[in-house]
């Protein structure tokens, strides 16, 4: 439970387990079902966290699941929280996401390297030409999120082509990191192990987050929902 900003409510969130157990699941849906008036929303962990790797199949059985559950409660997801996994989580009606994938780049001395205003470019040009998208296009696409070496949009500043390169991390970005050093700089401090390389880039990359979940929680995206995952998919993923 957590304490709301406004009025000091305390919230409340059932879990919902069972991994990819059809009879747990089940059984965790009808305890959630049944106190449902008392809640604020439901939390599901276990999605993407397991020995062996998910697959969309399975995971798409949990959110027509969860589908029964008071749409006006509040779905929070747990998960690695790449973008792949954020859009495929918000298609199926998740609201609030609890995620590292930022934290996690920053570690592999990698900065994220999409551009939210690209994407969102991108989606309003597909509404404009009145591209068609639907349901099971957008469908197709999300079994990508099943490979361990999917493509994910970022550089790592430990290689050796970045140790002259004196561009900021993303040009055109506007983030502490972009503004004030550069590719170059980020690689010096990993080769000499300092912790500053670190800082800088889970700043650039919660920057960009940030400004990906906005475009994610927008209106704009709501309203054209499969043309937006589509769109990001196809110019990243």
């Known amino acids: 439970a957590h304490f709301k900003n406004s009025n000091q409510k305390i ?44 697959i969309f199949s399975e995971r798409k059985k949990i959110y027509q699941q969860i589908e029964r559950v ?17 859009l495929e989580g918000a298609y199926f009606g998740i ?6 994938f930022p934290f996690e780049m920053a570690k592999k001395f990698s900065a994220l390297t999409f551009s939210s205003q690209a994407w969102l470019e991108s989606i309003r040009h597909l509404v404009k030409m009145s591209y068609p ?3 099971d296009q957008v469908q197709a696409i999300f079994p990508r999120n099943d490979a ?41 401090l ?24 906005e475009v994610v929680n927008s209106q704009e995206f709501a309203e054209n929902k499969e043309r937006a995952i589509f769109s990001f998919f196809e110019l990243y993923l």
């Open 70 to 86: 008071d749409p006006n409660l509040k779905r929070l997801l747990s998960s690695r929280g790449d973008p792949g996994s954020i």
């Open 148 to 188: 361990r070496d999917k493509r994910l949009p970022s550089i790592n500043l430990q290689e050796e082509s970045f140790a002259r390169d004196m561009r900021p991390l993303v040009e055109g970005c506007k983030c502490y990191s972009c503004k004030t050093i550069t590719r170059a700089y980020i690689h010096h």
């Open 133 to 135: 998208v639907f349901s």
């Open 190 to 213: 990993i080769k000499h192990h300092e912790m500053t390389a670190n800082v800088l880039l889970v700043v650039h990359n919660c920057w960009t987050y940030d400004r990906f979940m």
């Open 11 to 54: 919230e409340i969130y059932a879990q919902f387990l069972g991994d990819f157990f059809d009879e747990q699941r089940e059984e965790c849906l009808t305890h959630i079902l049944s106190h449902q008036n008392s809640l604020s929303g439901i939390f599901i962990s276990g999605v993407y966290f397991r020995e062996r790797d998910s």
């Open 95 to 100: 609201t609030q996401f609890e995620c590292f």
